[in-house]
């Protein structure tokens, strides 16, 4: 089945920018939805279809996808942005809801 | 506004079947815009979608847990149920219902969660 990749940890320092990547093999022809999950609660949508904000989600949040790569950009960075993030996308070919395997961010 | 909330016991035998039910309020379990779903997290890992259901009754399944598992819903009641059976200790986890949306199915909504521990 199909696999996304993350990197398991991303540090940045208030105020400035976290990348987050997420690898799949042509994720540039899929559509890709990023969450965020502060500790002990359910995951918040922040992104989806690759680049389009939910209302209530700053636009320090932003998405890009292309090739084999996804990226979640967050500027401006605040500690209250300290959290997993995953990326997901619909597998249309196995019918498959598929996550990354999840980007842990600290503020430094 | 869509909220959802699962309930079921938070301790299973192992061996024996995993039963959650999350109930709806502010939409329709016959809603044709929403899929409604399972999604769950073992302790200190990330996130598992388990399955799907639209409604047409149209299931989706992850391969991994196929023949474990059974999603349904119930629409005099508004809520969809998930049933894991012969469960072991990796099947402990916080399991999440949740609502799905689009034709890439985004989930737009999660419940709060319900941590379900598999011990004897």
């Known amino acids: 089945s199909y696999v996304l990749t993350q990197p398991p940890s991303v540090s940045v320092a208030p105020g400035q920018t976290a990348r987050i990547p997420c690898g799949g093999i042509?994720?540039?022809?899929?559509?890709v939805h990023w969450y965020q999950q502060r500790p002990g609660q359910a995951p918040v949508l922040v992104v989806y279809d690759d680049s389009d904000r939910p209302s209530g989600i700053p636009d320090r949040f932003s998405g890009f996808n292309s090739g084999n790569t996804a990226t979640l950009t967050i500027t401006r960075v605040e500690a209250g942005d300290e959290a997993d993030y995953y990326c997901?996308?619909?597998?249309?070919?196995?019918?498959?809801?598929?996550f990354g395997t999840g980007t842990q961010v600290t503020v430094l | 506004q869509l909220q959802l909330q699962e309930s079921g016991p938070g301790l299973v035998k192992p061996s024996e079947t995993l039963s959650l039910t999350c109930s709806l309020s502010?939409?329709?379990?016959?809603?044709?815009?929403?899929?409604w779903g399972w999604v769950r997290q073992p302790p200190g890992r990330g996130l598992e979608w388990i399955a799907s259901i639209y409604y047409t009754e149209k299931t989706y399944y992850n391969t991994s847990l196929r023949s474990r598992v059974t999603i349904s819903r119930d629409t005099s009641k508004n809520q969809f149920s998930l049933n894991l059976r012969s469960v072991n200790a990796s099947d402990t986890a916080v399991y999440y219902c949740?609502?799905?949306?689009?034709?890439?199915?985004?989930?737009?909504?999660w419940g709060q969660g319900t941590l379900v521990t598999v011990s004897s």
């Open positions: 949740a609502s799905v949306r689009g034709s890439y199915r985004r989930i737009d909504n």
């Open positions: 997901q996308v619909w597998d249309i070919t196995s019918e498959h809801v598929v």
């Open positions: 042509n994720i540039g022809s899929k559509t």
């Open positions: 502010g939409a329709s379990i016959s809603s044709t815009t929403f899929y």
